[in-house]
């Protein structure tokens, strides 16, 4: 993976005895609140309903043990002993104080991590695959092209004040894991007829207040312009980006307002103008950049483990973590394995410190001292040699990780809501337990089969409800919690934005109704392998919609 | 009405409620019932006070109710920040006997009735 080289190193411990002295100004009373908010949310500090938050990048979800170990000792000493993954691939601390964030921002400096643009209107941390690298089914390693991203991103004069929040994701495969047309930039990298690996580029995507789905506007971006292509976007945004209103300021409304052509023109014409000015990626510099991901160098195995085939016929736990939580590695003899942070229960994405030393030792262990984190919540171990996947089961299942849940019905996004956050209008993490204790992760979720739920507790959408295959909105109405539920949203390859069935549903009754969504789904399938998703394509909203509210319609409820 | 004044310091975040002397206390037991506008607003410019000492962010004031001959946040929102996460009980004022009584109830599949 990346190491930090000397500018980096450089950059970064400026960036905190910058902060340090930031912060010592306002403790001074030197800096007011309105002159001090700016730079702390620079630093990915907010202020929210219990405590200071402190969010914490981890660029396209990539990290290693030391990392991993570092943030759960910033935990026990700094925190309260936990932390939680966000769906930008992220950690947040819920309960830093402002006095030892400086001291905070040290010890991540210290392992190559730092809490740059995790917050405000800048390029934020650039997302990709968390199964990157490894994945059977990719083109290329997005990672390079995300470093890439990252490093002329950070600290961009020009972009540092752009009118709102600017998000780019890129993925390699023709899956899309990384949910790009629901980013202001999402890059899907392919290959040209001449077998050349490029991208194409969706402009304008985005959830929250607006929910929209990127328009495509170049089919293939050669490599060598990716940074060109990308700081014409962003100008074009920023000279056009709508200033006068923070509801309309993202760049997916000026797709809307103006249309695609109109943007793309003014992309393309700003692009053209620019010509090769400095920005053109030498192939000898991406090339440096991807060796630093090159693949690690693994043992050669046979392609079956007769261990692993040996467990899985007589343990149905073991076969039913191997049947959800791993998936097909690109290199024979080796699996990529899911953590799900989704215990039954549980707070979705939340991980202890313990939690988080057992899973960097299992990673030095067993997976090539590497893991990530995913826009699911979830960690990922990339490299774990199926001989292997025994012991790490067992390991994981002794610190309560071995929850065979993931892409099931009870693998659920859900953000931390008002339980947390200051913005929320509604609680969501209550919602995602109650929804996971009622499902499972047994015979009646694997019965249902993939199905995403992906919970918000405001607007905003943190929590990704519009591409949710079942998708719940809290909000507040005459001081009572709702909840609006989205059927048939996705955030794959085939995105889309789910759309409202109806009226909302009180505390008391929203998993009720997703039960009732769940059943009609069940009882309407053409076969168990037709996806919630298929059928909701295949039906539309209708008999969702009767099950929900026409059949209960005078019923005492 | 009754409202209180409720702030975060500004050193580590921690929420502050306004007390009869003025100070400012971690307890919302402690913190002083207003029951008029011109008491609030005073409570208020205390509140200003401190944050140009450096002392706070952001004071406001909440609407309480009584409930069982206790005071409580009127807003979920404030209820919760005065008590900590519903989901994590072993957190915030709640843990440490400074959050209002009753208690929040985080809700379970439990507690719920079906449709």
Not at chain 1, 196 to 204: C, K, L, S
Not at chain 1, 302 to 307: E, F, L
Not at chain 1, 375 to 388: G, K, M, S, T
Not at chain 1, 411 to 431: F, M, N
Request: include cysteine; aromatic fraction near 8%.
């Amino acid at each position: 993976m990346y190491r930090y080289d000397e500018f980096d190193a450089a950059f970064v411990w400026a960036r905190v005895d910058q902060f340090r002295e930031q912060v010592g100004r306002r403790l001074a009373g030197e800096l007011t609140e309105d002159q001090f908010r700016p730079h702390r949310l620079m630093n990915g500090l907010y202020l929210q309903l219990h405590a200071y938050m402190l969010r914490i990048a981890v660029p396209y979800g990539t990290l290693n043990s030391r990392q991993l170990r570092k943030l759960a000792e910033i935990a026990r000493k700094y925190d309260r002993g936990y932390g939680h993954f966000t769906t930008r691939q992220n950690l947040q601390f819920n309960w830093p104080a402002l006095k030892d964030t400086p001291d905070i921002l040290a010890e991540l400096a210290s392992v190559e991590m730092h809490a740059i643009q995790t917050s405000g209107n800048c390029i934020r941390n650039v997302t990709a695959d968390h199964f990157a690298g490894v994945a059977a089914d990719e083109l290329a390693d997005p990672r390079p092209y995300a470093e890439i991203l990252r490093q002329w991103s950070s600290l961009h004069p020009e972009f540092s004040f752009l009118p709102r929040k600017f998000k780019i994701a890129v993925n390699g495969a023709p899956k899309d894991r990384a949910v790009i047309q629901a980013h202001d930039i999402g890059l899907q990298i392919v290959r040209n007829e001449a077998g050349e690996i490029g991208f194409t580029v969706y402009v304008g995507g985005g959830l929250g207040r607006t929910p929209l789905i990127g328009h495509k506007v170049r089919e293939f971006l050669p490599v060598h312009d990716l940074l060109a292509y990308c700081e014409a976007i962003l100008r074009v945004y920023n000279l056009e980006g709508r200033r006068d209103n923070k509801f309309k300021a993202r760049v997916k409304i000026l797709l809307h307002e103006r249309g695609t052509p109109a943007v793309r023109e003014l992309i393309e014409a700003e692009f053209a103008a620019r010509g090769d000015a400095g920005l053109g990626l030498p192939p000898a510099e991406v090339a440096r950049i991807q060796a630093y991901f090159a693949p690690p160098k693994l043992t050669s195995r046979p392609a079956v483990s007769d261990r692993l085939e040996r467990r899985r016929g007589k343990d149905e736990k073991f076969s039913r973590f191997l049947e959800s939580n791993v998936v097909a590695h690109k290199v024979p003899g080796y699996a990529i394995v899911t953590i799900s942070l989704k215990p039954i229960g549980g707070v979705p994405g939340d991980a202890s410190a313990d939690q988080m030393d057992a899973v960097a030792d299992l990673a030095e262990d067993y997976s090539q001292d590497e893991l990530r984190v995913s826009h699911e919540q979830n960690l990922i171990l990339p490299y774990v040699a199926l001989d292997e996947l025994s012991a790490v089961y067992d390991r994981l299942a002794s610190v309560g990780l071995a929850t065979p849940n993931a892409g099931l019905i009870s693998d659920i996004i859900a953000c931390p809501g008002l339980d947390y956050c200051a913005l929320a209008t509604a609680r969501s993490i209550p919602i995602a337990q109650r929804l996971s204790e009622r499902f499972g992760d047994g015979a009646r979720a694997r019965a249902i089969g993939p199905l995403k739920i992906k919970i918000s507790g405001c607007i905003n959408a943190c929590g990704h409800h519009h591409v949710g295959h079942i998708g719940i909105l809290g909000l507040e109405r005459n001081g009572e919690e709702t909840y609006q539920i989205t059927l048939g949203g996705s955030g794959d390859e085939t995105a889309s934005i789910g759309g409202i069935i109806g009226p909302g549903f009180s505390t008391e009754t929203v998993v009720e109704a997703v039960e009732t969504v769940v059943a009609t789904y069940m009882a309407r399938r053409d076969r168990p392998d037709e996806t919630f998703l298929d059928v909701y394509r295949r039906l539309g909203p209708a008999p969702f919609k009767e099950a929900l509210y026409e059949r209960n319609k005078g019923a005492d409820i | 009405m009754s409202q209180i004044v409720t702030a975060n310091r500004l050193a580590d975040g921690v929420v502050l409620f306004m007390d009869e002397a003025g100070g400012w206390s971690e307890d919302f037991a402690k913190a002083a019932i207003y029951s008029d506008a011109p008491a609030i607003a005073a409570a208020l410019a205390r509140g200003a006070e401190a944050v140009a000492a450096s002392l706070l962010v952001d004071p406001y004031g909440i609407e309480v109710e009584l409930r069982n001959g206790h005071y409580t946040p009127k807003a979920l929102r404030e209820a919760i920040r005065a008590s900590g996460p519903t989901v994590r009980r072993d957190l915030g004022k709640q843990a440490e006997g400074l959050a209002p009584i009753p208690a929040l109830q985080a809700p379970t599949e439990a507690s719920h009735v079906s449709l």
